[in-house]
């Protein structure tokens, strides 16, 4: 007798599969005619088959519970970030992040700053009861440029019509470095609210303190040492596969795969240690192919790209079904309309002024038109969801003697940071593909413009021939 299995896993599966095998069947129309990314269509996709609509995919139901919930939104995040981020720094080419380093550096260091400040006072600008301390960390969830999404834009057809190699090249660096120098911002802010938000009550050390474990703990140990176990894993594995590639030990299909295995690793042994893994896997990725080999040996191979999309669509997909969307509108944070009015205030002031005051200082920026672009590009994806779910792991951290309740003084930070951040990360893919949609419609009309006046000159060229 036949036994039907209505299993969570089957339902997932069927939906995932589902999904993919039909979005596939109309990438190119949705992509590239009607200039919708993945991330949004696949988001607004979680969404119908989650609790608050078709209610065809409960994540809580399935997980067990929120602390289960928590952990596989996060480590699915870092599964995707890794994954992505070794590709990303594999396709720069030979040497960028040497040759590049002052434009780095200013991205980096003072735009990546003021993009932090700006971002945590229009937080605690709009919500009145938040302390500023507590602003400062919802503000460094929010800061990074996501490389993820990034990837949405500065790659394929459309990124290859509209947008020069020189500025897809520096945006893909950014986000990639800045994914994983988030971590500095973040631990500033939470350091300092666990030993002097409550003026010291619960932890000992005060000011003092905090600034010890900002410098040694997060800059040396998490920061640093990432990118130098990034830059040997990297050496290491290049060396390793060019030995075994030369002699014909490897064939070519799983030479093609070999970032992936490696992101994996690298995943792995640096969260064991507890260093910033996200970063370790740009590094390694960018020195694995240092000297270019790697990288013209798989350019013209579209397995990468294959990848980049699949992780694209599953992971905003898990996003539209774990999104909790009724706190939006529900919640002890923020109400709704300063909410939304806090999304438009972060998408114009995050970092387009900045981009514009640093113009002149950008080389891979040629006119105001990028600089309006660069500027207003920079989306909040899967990186600040990463973040988000650190710093709530680190809220949980602050229970006096161990228990439940979380301190006084974090008592609604978990709520808050959740709130502001899910919203942001919502609110970014549709602001992007508005953005695709407007550049996509000048250039359609540009090439009609262009083969009308052709047309206009045979026509003219045929009279007075005659």
Not at 199 to 210: M, T, V
Not at 249 to 262: G, K, M, N, T, W
Not at 447 to 460: D, E, F, I, Q
Request: aromatic share 12%.
């Amino acid at each position: 007798m036949a036994k039907f299995e209505n299993s969570h896993f089957n339902i997932v599966l069927s939906l995932l599969g589902g999904w993919l095998s039909l979005f596939g069947l109309v990438s190119y129309l949705v992509k590239e005619k009607l200039y919708i990314s993945e991330s949004l269509i696949s988001l607004l996709a979680g969404a119908a088959f989650s609790p608050y609509a078709a209610n065809l995919v409960d994540p809580l139901e399935y997980t067990g519970s929120h602390i289960n919930l928590t952990s596989a939104t996060l480590n699915f995040t870092r599964l995707v970030l890794g994954i992505q981020l070794v590709i990303a720094g594999i396709q720069l080419p030979s040497r960028y992040l040497a040759k590049e380093w002052r434009t780095l550096a200013l991205l980096l260091g003072p735009i990546m700053t003021v993009m932090w400040m700006t971002t945590s006072f229009l937080v605690w600008l709009m919500i009145p009861r938040l302390p500023f301390l507590h602003a400062l960390a919802i503000g460094a969830c929010v800061t990074p440029t996501d490389p993820v999404l990034s990837s949405v834009i500065v790659k394929g057809r459309f990124a290859d019509l509209n947008i020069r190699k020189d500025l897809q090249r520096i945006i893909v660096a950014e986000s990639g470095l800045n994914d994983g120098l988030g971590y500095p911002f973040l631990f500033f802010a939470l350091y300092l609210i666990k030993y002097t938000g409550d003026g010291g009550e619960a932890e000992s050390g005060g000011l003092g303190l905090a600034v010890r474990l900002f410098i040694g703990e997060t800059c040396g140990y998490v920061v640093i040492l990432s990118v130098v176990y990034g830059a040997v894993m990297g050496l290491v594995a290049k060396k390793l596969l060019r030995f075994c590639d030369e002699r014909g030990y490897i064939d070519h299909e799983y030479s093609l795969v070999f970032a992936v295995p490696l992101s994996l690793f690298i995943l792995g042994t640096c969260d064991l240690v507890g260093s910033d893994d996200i970063l370790a896997c740009f590094v390694a990725g960018n020195v694995f192919t240092w000297d270019d080999w790697f990288r013209l040996k798989t350019q013209d191979d579209s397995l990468q790209p294959t990848i980049d999309t699949l992780l694209n669509v599953a992971i905003f997909m898990w996003y539209g079904v774990a999104c909790p969307w009724s706190l939006f509108v529900e919640n002890n944070t923020v109400p709704f309309s300063h909410l939304l009015v806090l999304g438009i205030l972060v998408l114009l002031f995050r970092r387009l002024p900045y981009v514009f005051a640093f113009q002149s200082l950008l080389p891979q920026i040629e006119n105001r038109k990028e600089a309006a672009f660069m500027g207003f590009f920079g989306p909040i994806g899967c990186s600040a969801m990463f973040y988000l779910y650190i710093t709530m792991d680190f809220v949980n951290s602050l229970n006096p003697n161990g228990g439940d309740d979380p301190r006084e003084d974090v008592k609604f930070l978990r709520e808050d940071v959740r709130v502001v951040v899910w919203f942001l990360m919502t609110l970014h893919p549709s602001w992007k593909t508005k953005l695709r949609i407007k550049r996509g419609y000048q250039q359609q009309l540009a090439s009609r413009g262009k083969s009308l006046r052709r047309v206009g000159w045979r026509v003219t060229n045929y009279c007075s021939v005659t």
